[in-house]
């Protein structure tokens, strides 16, 4: 994955098929700092153009000639050379059942139809978050290569987009599980300093895991992020009560994990 530290730095590959659209959203991005910008019209052209040339970022549009930007986000994915490549996608849907895939997959944002400066800044600053350096953990008297990592989620697609997110802080030491039963016998017989976690998830949710935790587990004061898709205030409702750090919505801001874990970790 390609490295930059600024807007400028950027190397964005525009996948959208009307002409004016395709315009509209290259002005917005030159407005936001953005110089290199190279747009094609099709998924298939955008998989040879990120073959050719990977560029930092992919924004692509949902609707595409030859097939959906979900699905070309999916064939990056499985791209072993490039599976890790930003993506941000661009829709007027807003159906869960359509959306909650590109959710799972790791991406830096869902940006609407029209989409404000505003909306497209943050997904922008997003992927700086996702492709630069931090140094924060690096400062603190902590010695990262002892720090573990347990990331819960049924998604290994969302569970690669988070550790991407925190080894760019220098932390590479990871538990991983598909769901909380799963994560329950690793909790079992580890020790870790971070707990992430889904909270849609089969045989055992979010909720049901952090409530294991706290009453059950011998690590029950180990400090728990929840990220989650779930639009159901009434069922998040509480959540927070078994003292969890913080719930972000997928797709989360890297920059909040970030600062969250560097928090933590200044009193490790």
């Given at each position: 994955?390609?490295?930059?530290?600024?807007?400028?730095?950027?190397?964005?590959?525009?996948?959208?098929?009307?002409?004016?659209?395709?315009?509209?959203?290259?002005?917005?991005?030159?407005?936001?700092?953005?110089?290199?910008?190279?747009?094609?019209?099709?998924?298939?052209?955008?998989?040879?153009?990120?073959?050719?040339?990977?560029?930092?970022?992919?924004?692509?549009?949902?609707?595409?000639?030859?097939?959906?930007?979900?699905?070309?986000?999916?064939?990056?994915?499985?791209?072993?050379?490039?599976a890790g490549l930003p993506f941000i996608l661009v829709s007027s849907e807003t159906r869960p059942q359509?959306?909650?895939?590109?959710?799972?997959?790791?991406?830096?944002?869902?940006?609407?139809?029209?989409?404000?400066?505003?909306?497209?800044?943050?997904?922008?600053?997003?992927?700086?978050?996702?492709?630069?350096?931090?140094?924060?953990?690096?400062?603190?008297?902590?010695?990262?290569?002892?720090?573990?990592?347990?990331?819960?989620?049924?998604?290994?697609?969302?569970?690669?987009?988070?550790?991407?997110?925190?080894?760019?802080?220098?932390?590479?030491?990871?538990?991983?599980?598909?769901?909380?039963?799963?994560?329950?016998?690793?909790?079992?017989?580890?020790?870790?300093?971070?707990?992430?976690?889904?909270?849609?998830?089969?045989?055992?949710?979010?909720?049901?895991?952090?409530?294991?935790?706290?009453?059950?587990?011998?690590?029950?004061?180990?400090?728990?992020?929840?990220?989650?898709?779930?639009?159901?205030?009434?069922?998040?409702?509480?959540?927070?009560?078994?003292?969890?750090?913080?719930?972000?919505?997928?797709?989360?801001?890297?920059?909040?994990?970030?600062?969250?874990?560097?928090?933590?970790?200044?009193?490790?």
């Amino acid at each position: 994955m390609l490295e930059a530290s600024s807007l400028q730095e950027l190397g964005v590959l525009l996948v959208e098929p009307s002409a004016m659209q395709a315009k509209l959203i290259n002005g917005q991005l030159i407005k936001q700092g953005i110089a290199h910008v190279h747009t094609v019209d099709s998924a298939q052209a955008a998989m040879q153009a990120i073959r050719r040339e990977m560029p930092s970022l992919v924004i692509s549009a949902l609707y595409l000639p030859d097939k959906s930007g979900i699905e070309l986000l999916y064939d990056i994915r499985n791209d072993a050379d490039h599976a890790g490549l930003p993506f941000i996608l661009v829709s007027s849907e807003t159906r869960p059942q359509v959306l909650e895939p590109v959710r799972q997959y790791g991406v830096c944002g869902i940006l609407p139809k029209p989409f404000s400066e505003q909306q497209l800044g943050a997904a922008l600053n997003a992927t700086l978050d996702l492709l630069s350096r931090d140094a924060r953990l690096e400062q603190l008297d902590v010695d990262l290569e002892s720090v573990r990592v347990l990331l819960v989620d049924d998604s290994a697609m969302a569970r690669k987009h988070i550790r991407r997110v925190l080894e760019t802080m220098g932390i590479d030491n990871f538990l991983e599980a598909a769901d909380g039963t799963e994560a329950v016998r690793l909790l079992n017989d580890n020790m870790v300093d971070f707990v992430i976690t889904d909270y849609n998830m089969p045989e055992m949710d979010g909720r049901a895991l952090v409530e294991y935790i706290r009453s059950q587990s011998w690590q029950n004061s180990v400090p728990v992020l929840m990220v989650t898709s779930e639009a159901n205030n009434e069922r998040l409702a509480g959540i927070e009560e078994f003292g969890i750090v913080g719930i972000c919505d997928k797709p989360f801001e890297p920059g909040t994990v970030k600062q969250l874990l560097a928090n933590l970790l200044k009193g490790h």
